[in-house]
């Protein structure tokens, strides 16, 4: 199994354009997530996802959008870049929320710079 | 409003000593406390989890000791090594979440000098 596989690894926007960071899980997890990550500030949750075709915002939505039209698949689209946006990203990937599974796993980022 | 409180923000440590992280958490809502490490370049990784209704839990040089009453909760890695150095994030999850997304607190870069 790949696990979970994030691309672009790196990018650099203008502000005002727009981008997809694209997200595949091989495990058949249900559940999906997009963090941004910034110096001493942890991880962010953006948006979660608990199964195909349902999505929800977390911590710090504004500026992006999310879908989820397939288990596999969770792409983060960012529609008018702002410096704001300038993070480290990564999607995460985990089971249902039992008590034995209860591990995330990530990807290993997207550094998105928009200057 | 961070929900979870993590110091230091770096450490360091020589070969052989004892590093110590501490969190602590306002919401008694969380019902579990993993701690993540990351690498450079890397997406952060599960080290050790414990959940509130144990003091203690130990996995080989990793330990986390939680206090419920006081809502703290710490990493200790004995015997720390260089290839401990990386960066440590605790984490809470609320039971009343849908999903099982996690509060990260804002990460400790550990340096283990040989």
């Known amino acids: 199994n790949a696990g979970v596989t994030q691309t672009p690894k790196f990018r650099i926007l203008k502000i005002g354009q727009s981008m997809t960071l694209q997200c595949t899980q091989d495990?058949?997890?249900?559940?999906m997530y997009w963090y941004r990550q910034d110096p001493g500030m942890g991880l962010k949750l953006i948006y979660y996802?608990?199964?195909?075709?349902?999505?929800d915002k977390g911590e710090v939505p504004n500026g992006y959008n999310v879908s989820r039209s397939t288990t596999e698949d969770f792409p983060l689209r960012l529609e008018l870049a702002a410096p704001s946006q300038t993070s480290v990203y990564f999607c995460a990937s985990s089971y249902t929320r039992t008590a034995t599974n209860e591990k995330l796993f990530f990807g290993s980022g997207t550094q998105l710079s928009v200057l | 409003q961070q929900q979870v409180k993590q110091s230091p923000q770096s450490l360091i440590v020589q070969k052989g000593g004892i590093s110590i992280i501490n969190c602590a958490y306002e919401?008694?809502?969380?019902?579990?406390f993993p701690w993540y490490q990351q690498f450079p370049g890397k997406g952060p990784a599960l080290l050790i989890a414990i959940r509130p209704d144990v003091s203690e839990k130990k996995e080989g040089r990793f330990t986390i000791s939680f206090n419920k009453s006081a809502k703290q909760f710490s990493l200790h890695i004995m015997d720390s090594q260089p290839g401990d150095s990386a960066t440590y994030f605790c984490a809470a999850r609320n039971n009343n979440n849908a999903g099982n997304m996690l509060t990260f607190g804002g990460g400790t870069r550990l340096m283990v000098k040989p």
């Open positions: 495990m058949n997890h249900n559940y």
């Open positions: 996802s608990v199964g195909a075709g349902i999505t």
């Open positions: 919401n008694t809502a969380f019902d579990y």
